[in-house]
Structures are given as structure tokens and as C-alpha cells.
């Protein structure tokens, strides 16, 4: 239980700040902090016995047949990731206190960066590699709302776009990768498929597999050319980036890299793709650095080429190469994030980030010039700093690893880029702390308080740990998460500041002093790159975007007419297309069974609905006789089902044609009494056709089904499981709540979304065509539009509480008998649809207590909070339970946990109901106001 807290906690932290937004910042904090806290405590609590070996694990079951289950384990990889998650997170909410203005929404900020918190720490400890998809896709929407956080802001906007579509797009490439993943490994469980690398790379999917999950890995660690969302991903807060670039997002590429390294590494084409990637990517995002002005340009640039050097690592294929890259996982974080605090410090005391009107620093702000030399110093990879001691094994590793038969290539390149590292990170220090002062047009720069340069100090004095006491402090948790990411035995680790001379020692020492010579002559050598014609891949995107949307905006135009008989006659040929198909290769015969003969009530029924049928086509511009003719169609259906034995269809018949045939007389006043007629004769030739020859194939496929004998099949299943597995006699109740509750979970969404789809058609109804119509109606008539008879308003007060007794036993009735949360629902909603159509919508507004919005979440939040309900007892999503209860006077009775299921789908069917009435009861008033703004 303790995994299953670890996740929860953060997503318990965003319903808290979303449930107390209110409240003052403070509280939002001490919730955020709180959260990791508690967080970062429990996975402390298991840090002993991961680290002694053992691998705690948690298990539930969700959707089976797919292989998708609630699956989490703390192994030594997955304890490092998520500690450097939580801890940094812990660090970054307490320099968003500081940093945030006093008006910032703090509870909309913290809320993203906990779900964000919680994807991040579900993508380390997922041990079901579809789960783990769940929480990857969990975080780029998140990232999409972190970056975006300043909606006001264009290239905040711009930003946060970019990186969902690259993100997204990179996801969905993994989505494909990993299912065929698991198909070739035989399970979708992650220690399963890690053991089966032989099977994997034998198949001959392992070449779309490997391109599939790196395109997904590259793409969220904005490797080379997927690189430029990044550096735009820095309009975010300075606190998102500093949890972004360090800790969470581009950090996850690599998690997955050294996650699947066992089943995926260890071959040419591994080799061949990855580390020339990564290498790439650090030699370009170096460079770029180098030159750019912003700070956080420069980090993000920086980060892009730190980056590459983990992927790279990664991508030599030896155990050796993983541990240096995991060890530079754990500086990296402390340094970068150390970095862009400093950073956001700056922006945050002098009002700029550009390194060009800054200077002199370290005399005014000598506690964050100190701060930043050293968070900069490890970054360059300079001793006696933990960012020395994993530069150093990098370069070792480079000079065993040999490309195309080349002994000297990837060294020197290797080195190139090790310089280049160690230039830019020089020139922050320098320039920025030491250079001369240009700070003459920008705020008075002082140090800040405690709460924006604790979390920093923090951070840079573990970079400088990690330097002084390397072994102490992540030697053991290195060698146990190198030992899981390569799967063989723990490596035998020295982390130490001095190996000896050897050519590392010398290829950083070469290094460094090129790159103090890259820095004195850094302005001359900045003339010269920006004379050379690059590109620009930010403005490529937007070229490649615009090219693209032009060309879809085309063909939508062509398909996408504003037109909605075209779309139903495209729908009914396609459905037509296929029926026909279908009959011509396996034929539709009727079959043998017996008919019923018809009663002579029933033949009336039936030519009262063809004559109904027919009045409705004949009749159609006069639109209120239409209407009345569509509710006597409706009725004959309800008579049909209780001729045919089906009462909670006929239930719901009656009781859905009640509230439509209401809503569209509310609706009937948007509309012209007598439309212009719109269809040509050749075109109602022609969708007649199409609509006879629907309907009579459509009634012959009916009828072929209905004349079969009666067979085995899922009815019977039902008929004979409904009370014992269900505990309710009501079968079709018990359906659509147990048996396919996750079908009508499903519909239940859709309902609410075409609820909230009402309110949004219908906002604007009061501009335009309608919105005069309107107003022209109310200034013919001299009384007020919530004028209604005292007849029709005394019978609705008192049929609304009967109705609602009826619907409650109706309610309470339907696991047993005809009823249910749906018949319930619509006669409820009836009961207040009256109350708006007798006292008007003021009255009745006045007196509500909850909007049709929050009903609609609420339906929905019960309705998965009862499927969630049955993990926590081991069973599948959505299992319900029963059983029968006595007691005295009453005598026996049942209680079933499908009732809560029940009573989110009543909720979110009175919401919607009530939404699109609402708008439509309303309208006439939004009118009014509308009329009296145009007269002002």
C-alpha cells in the first residue's frame, strides 16, 4: 500500500488546491509542500530494503485482457529517479513561494506542477509498460499546461504548443513501440519483457520497435532534431524550468533509454542510432549556448547538449558507459537546477536576463554570485565538483569506443564538445559575476531572501557533495541503479576526485584551457557566427505548421461544407455501402421461427406510426405540426416495447420523448415559424431513395435476426447471471451497470461532453440571425417573456415533489425492477423542466443549489470513483458487490455498490438535461441584456 500511497499523493495534493483555490497562497504551498513531503517520505521509508535488494511491488488489477493493470515497483533505478522527482520537487515549490507575485494563481500553478509531479513519479515506478504510456501521455499535457502557465503571454502560448505537438507526436510513435513490444516479448509486464531480450532482438520487429520507442524517447529528451521545443519551453516560470530541464520531462527520455537498455541494447543498430544521437545533440546544443544572451536560453541550450551526453552514454552499450551516465543524471540535476533558480534570481532582483546588461555581480549579490560560480563550475565539469568526477568518466568511456573502426573519432569529437560545455558554462560565471558592470539601466540587483536562495544553496552544495564525498553520498544508490538498468551484478564503483594521469585527466585539462581561450575571444568569435547563415529550427516548425494546416484547411474545405445534409447523406451512403456488402458476400436470409400474429391494436399502432411517419416528411417546414407528429411517433414506440414485454424501455421512451419533445418547443423559439425550404426536387428525389433504402434494408436485417431461433449467446448469459453475479433480477439494469458498466461509463462521458457541447452552440444564440429575432419578438410584445398562467405555475409546485418521490422509487426500484438511474434521472429532470417552463427561469434559477456543470462532474467523478473503488478489494475496474441485508419492520432487502454507479449516471444525465434547457430557457433574457448593451 505504501507504492499505491506514493503515487496517490500527489493527485489527492491537485483535487486539494483545486478544492481550497480559494484559499491564500500559503495554504496552497504548505498543500504542494506538503504533498511531496509526505511524498518523498514514504519513498525514504523504502530506500533500506530496495537497497538491501528486495523489490517492493503493488498490483491491481484494471483492464486484464489487455494486459493493463495498476503495476508498481521500487527497484534501485526507479528509487533514484523518483527521489531526484520528489526532492527537487519538494526544493522547486519552495522557490515558486518566493517567486511567484503576490497575484500569480497559485493554486492553478501548483495544481500543474503536482499532476506534472505525479505523471512523473508514475512513469519511474510502473512496472506495466501500458501503464507507464498512461502516465508518459499524463506528462506532456501537464508540461502543455506548465509552459503555458502565462496564457497572456504569445510566446508562452507558442511554446507550450510546440512542445505538446513534438511530445505528442514522439508519444504516440512509443504507444506503437511498446505494444509491439510486448506482443514480441509475450506480456506486458516490465520485468517479463526485460528478460526476454534474446526473443526481442531475435524478431524481426526489433528494428520498428527500436526506431518507435526512440522516436518516443528522443522526442521528449529533446534530442537532436527534435531539440528546439525545448529552449522555447522556457516562457514557463522559472520554477517549471528549473523542474523541467533538471529532474522530470526531458529526464524521462532517458529513464525510458536505461529502463529498456537490457531487452534493447547491446546491438550494431542500438549502437549505430543512439550514441551518434547523442553525441550530436551535445555537440549542437554546446554550441548553441555559447552564443546565446538569455540566461535561460543558455541553460536550455546547455541542457539539450547534457542531454545528449546521457543518451550517448547510454547509447555505447556497456555496463560501464550506464554507470557514468547515471551518475551524471544525479550532478545534473543538482546543478541545473541549482542554475536555473540562479537564473529566475537574477531576472527576479534586476529585472533581466540578458548576460549583455549584466555584469559585475558578484560585488553587489555576493551570496547568489557564489551560488552560481559553483553550480556554473560543476556544470564545466571543474574539480573538486561532482560534475568533474562524471566528465571524467564520460571521456573514459570514449576512448574505448571505436566508431566504424575509427579509434580517434569519438574522443575527439567528444572533447570538442566537452570544451564547449566548459566555454559556456565559464562565460555565465564570468561574464555574468565578473564582467564589467552594464547593469545601469536595469533594477538595483541585491541578494534575495532566504525562501528564493535556500532551495538554490541546497542544490549547489550537493553538487559540491557529490564532488567532496562521491562515494558516501551516491555511491551505493549508483552502483544498485547501474546493476537494475544493465541487469547483471553490481558494479565494482570508485567514484574519486583523482584516477591518476591518465588520457581522461588529459582530454579534460585540454579541454578546459580551450575553453578559456573560446571565452577571451568570445566576442570576436559571436561576429563571426552571427555573419554565418544558419538555420533557424524554430522558424523551420512554423514553416513546416503553417505549410501543413494550409493544406488540411484545404481539404477540410472540401469535405467539411457547412452542410448538414451532405454529411447524412455521405453517412447513410457509407452505411448503406457496407449493408450491401455485407448481404452480397454472406446473404441475410430469414429464418425459420415462428411470427406472433398481429393483435388488431397492434396494427392500428403500426399505421398510426407509418401515417406519423409520413406527416412528419410532408409537413416538414411547418416545424411545430412536425413536432407533434414526432411525439406521436415516439408514443407508438413506447407502445411497441410494452407490446413486446420491454417496460424499462418503454420507461425510458416515454420519459426521454417527454423531455425532448419540451426541449424542442423551448428550442422552436430560435427558430422561423416556416423555414425557406432548402432542398432542391432532384435533391429530395434523391435523399428519399437513400432514406427508403436505408430503412428497408435496416427492416430486413431486423426482421432476418428476429425470425431465427432462439440460440446460445451473451442474452442468455445475462438472463441466467443477472441475480447471482449481479444480485438484481432487473436484467437490463443490471447490464448497464455491472456486466457493461464500462459502456455506459463511456456514454455517460459523451453525454456530459454534448451537455457542455449545448452550452457552448447555444452562448452566442443571442447574437447574430437569432439574437435579432429575439428582440424583435420582445418589442412586439408588451408583456415580460416570464409571464405564465397561475394554473400551470400552482400544479407544477405541487407536482415537483411527487414527481421527485416518483423518480427516487424509481430509482431505488431498478436493480430489480423496471427503473434505474437513467429512467430515474430523465423523470427528475421533467419534474424541473416544468418548474422552468410554469415560474420562469429566475424562480427557478434562484432556487438551485448546484449548477448543471458541477452535476455533470459529479456524475462522472462517482461513477469512476466506484469503479476505482473495487481495486482497492483486488478486483477489476468497475466490479460491483452485493449483498442482502434484514431488518426489523422492513424485512429483507439488498444493497448493491452499483447503486453508486447508478447515481453518477442519474447526475450526469439531470446535468445535461438541465444545461441545455438552462440555455435555452435563458436565451430570451440574455436577449434582453444584449438589447439594452447595443442601447447604451
Not at 494563481?105 to 512496472?127: C, D, K, N
Request: charged share 10%; with cysteine; hydrophobic share 55%.
Amino acid at each position: 500500500m505504501s507504492l499505491l500511497a506514493l503515487i496517490a499523493i500527489p493527485f489527492l495534493a491537485v483535487i486539494l488546491l483545486i478544492a481550497m483555490r480559494r484559499a491564500s497562497r500559503g495554504v496552497h504551498m504548505l498543500i504542494a509542500g506538503g504533498g511531496t513531503t509526505g511524498g518523498l517520505a514514504v519513498l525514504l521509508s523504502q530506500a533500506g530494503s530496495v537497497l538491501s535488494g528486495q523489490t517492493p511491488t503493488f498490483q491491481l488489477a484494471w483492464i486484464s485482457t489487455l494486459g493493463l493493470d495498476f503495476s508498481f515497483w521500487i527497484d534501485p533505478w526507479a528509487l533514484l529517479f523518483a527521489g531526484l522527482i520528489l526532492g527537487i520537487g519538494l526544493l522547486v515549490v519552495v522557490y515558486a513561494h518566493g517567486y511567484l507575485g503576490a497575484r500569480e494563481p497559485t493554486a492553478r500553478f501548483l495544481s500543474y506542477l503536482m499532476l506534472f509531479q505525479g505523471a512523473m513519479v508514475g512513469i519511474a515506478l510502473s512496472s506495466n509498460i501500458l501503464l507507464m504510456l498512461v502516465f508518459w501521455e499524463m506528462t506532456s499535457l501537464a508540461s502543455f499546461l506548465l509552459i503555458g502557465f502565462w496564457r497572456d503571454r504569445a510566446e508562452a502560448r507558442q511554446g507550450a504548443r510546440m512542445a505538446l505537438t513534438i511530445t505528442g507526436g514522439g508519444g504516440l510513435a512509443l504507444i506503437a513501440g511498446m505494444v509491439l513490444l510486448g506482443k514480441v516479448a509475450g506480456s506486458y509486464d516490465l520485468a517479463t519483457v526485460l528478460s526476454r531480450a534474446e526473443i526481442v532482438q531475435a524478431s524481426p520487429l526489433y528494428p520498428t520497435i527500436l526506431i518507435l520507442v526512440l522516436a518516443g524517447a528522443f522526442t521528449k529528451s529533446a534530442q537532436f532534431p527534435f531539440h528546439f521545443w525545448l529552449p522555447h519551453a522556457m516562457a514557463a516560470p522559472t520554477p517549471v524550468s528549473a523542474y523541467l530541464h533538471s529532474a522530470t520531462m526531458v529526464k524521462a527520455g532517458v529513464f525510458l533509454l536505461a529502463r529498456l537498455w537490457p531487452v534493447l541494447a547491446g546491438t550494431d543498430l542500438w549502437f549505430y542510432i543512439v550514441a551518434p544521437i547523442g553525441l550530436v545533440t551535445m555537440l549542437f546544443g554546446a554550441g548553441v549556448a555559447l552564443f546565446r544572451s538569455d540566461l535561460k536560453a543558455m541553460l536550455a541550450y546547455s541542457t539539450v547538449s547534457q542531454l545528449g551526453l546521457m543518451v550517448m552514454l547510454l547509447g555505447f552499450g556497456t555496463e560501464a558507459a550506464v554507470t557514468a551516465a547515471i551518475f551524471h543524471i544525479v550532478n545534473h540535476a543538482a546543478f541545473k537546477a541549482a542554475l536555473f533558480m540562479h537564473a529566475g534570481i537574477i531576472d527576479h532582483e534586476t529585472g533581466t536576463r540578458d548576460i549583455r546588461r549584466l555584469g559585475g555581480l558578484a560585488t553587489v549579490m555576493p551570496l547568489t554570485a557564489t551560488l552560481g560560480v559553483l553550480a556554473a563550475a560543476a556544470m564545466a565539469g571543474l574539480p573538486p565538483l561532482g560534475g568533474f568526477i562524471s566528465k571524467e568518466m564520460m571521456l573514459e568511456q570514449s576512448v574505448h569506443t571505436h566508431w566504424a573502426g575509427h579509434a580517434l573519432l569519438v574522443p575527439v569529437l567528444v572533447t570538442i564538445a566537452a570544451m564547449l560545455s566548459a566555454a559556456y558554462s565559464l562565460r555565465y560565471a564570468i561574464t555574468l559575476h565578473f564582467g564589467k558592470r552594464c547593469t545601469a539601466d536595469v533594477s538595483a540587483p541585491h541578494d534575495p531572501g532566504a525562501v528564493l536562495l535556500g532551495p538554490a544553496a541546497v542544490l549547489g552544495a550537493i553538487a559540491l557533495a557529490l564532488g567532496l564525498l562521491p562515494m558516501t553520498l551516491a555511491g551505493p544508490l549508483v552502483e544498485a541503479a547501474s546493476a537494475a538498468v544493465t541487469g547483471g551484478a553490481r558494479p565494482a564503483l570508485h567514484l574519486a576526485l583523482w584516477h591518476g594521469i591518465n588520457p581522461a585527466l588529459l582530454m579534460s585539462l585540454g579541454a578546459v584551457v580551450a575553453a578559456a581561450v573560446v571565452v577571451w575571444r568570445h566576442r570576436a568569435l559571436a561576429v563571426m557566427v552571427a555573419r554565418a547563415p544558419t538555420p533557424d529550427a524554430k522558424r523551420m516548425f512554423d514553416t513546416a505548421m503553417t505549410a501543413t494546416v494550409r493544406q488540411l484547411r484545404r481539404v477540410s474545405g472540401a469535405i467539411h461544407a457547412a452542410s448538414l445534409q451532405r454529411y447524412l447523406a455521405a453517412l447513410f451512403v457509407v452505411a448503406v455501402a457496407l449493408g450491401l456488402e455485407a448481404a452480397i458476400r454472406f446473404g441475410i436470409t430469414a429464418g425459420t421461427r415462428a411470427t406472433t400474429p398481429a393483435s388488431v391494436p397492434a396494427t392500428i399502432a403500426w399505421a398510426a406510426l407509418i401515417v406519423a411517419t409520413v406527416a412528419t416528411i410532408v409537413v416538414d417546414r411547418r416545424r411545430y405540426l412536425a413536432l407533434i407528429f414526432i411525439s406521436v411517433i415516439g408514443l407508438v414506440m413506447a407502445l411497441a416495447f410494452i407490446h413486446l414485454s420491454a417496460p424499462d424501455l418503454a420507461l425510458t421512451q416515454i420519459a426521454v420523448e417527454v423531455v425532448t419533445i419540451l426541449l424542442m418547443l423551448l428550442a422552436l423559439h430560435l427558430l422561423p415559424g416556416c423555414p425557406p425550404r432548402l432542398s432542391s426536387v432532384p435533391r429530395r428525389v434523391r435523399d428519399g431513395g437513400l432514406a427508403a433504402l436505408g430503412g428497408l434494408g435496416t427492416g430486413w436485417l431486423a426482421w432476418a435476426i428476429m425470425t431465427r431461433p432462439e440460440r446460445e449467446g451473451i442474452s442468455r448469459f445475462h438472463w441466467e447471471n443477472s441475480y447471482s453475479g449481479g444480485g438484481g433480477t432487473n436484467v437490463v439494469n443490471v447490464t448497464l451497470v455491472d456486466f457493461r458498466a464500462f459502456d455506459t461509463l463511456g456514454e455517460i462521458t459523451v453525454l456530459g461532453i454534448a451537455g457542455l457541447a449545448i452550452y457552448a452552440l447555444l452562448e452566442p444564440a443571442v447574437h447574430g440571425v437569432a439574437g435579432r429575432r429575439l428582440r424583435e419578438w420582445r418589442s412586439k410584445d408588451r408583456f415580460s417573456p416570464e409571464r405564465h398562467p397561475m394554473m400551470f405555475v400552482m400544479a407544477t409546485r405541487l407536482l415537483l415533489p411527487l414527481a421527485l418521490l416518483v423518480g427516487m422509487y424509481i430509482f431505488l426500484r431498478g436493480h430489480n425492477q423496471p427503473g434505474g438511474g437513467f429512467i430515474a434521472a430523465l423523470v427528475f429532470s421533467i419534474a424541473i423542466l416544468l418548474q422552468y417552463l410554469a415560474s420562469g427561469f429566475d424562480w427557478t434559477d434562484a432556487r438551485r443549489r448546484i449548477g448543471e456543470h458541477q452535476l455533470i462532474g459529479l456524475g462522472v467523478l462517482i461513477t469512476v470513483a466506484t469503479g476505482l473503488g473495487s481495486l482497492l478489494f483486488g478486483a477489476p475496474f468497475l466490479t460491483s458487490s452485493f449483498g442482502y441485508f434484514h431488518l426489523p419492520l422492513i424485512g429483507e432487502f439488498e444493497l448493491a455498490t452499483a447503486m453508486l454507479f447508478d447515481l453518477g449516471v442519474a447526475c450526469v444525465v439531470v446535468g445535461a438535461v438541465m444545461m441545455a434547457l438552462a440555455q435555452l430557457a435563458h436565451v430570451a433574457l440574455r436577449a434582453a441584456r444584449q438589447d439594452g448593451k447595443e442601447a447604451s
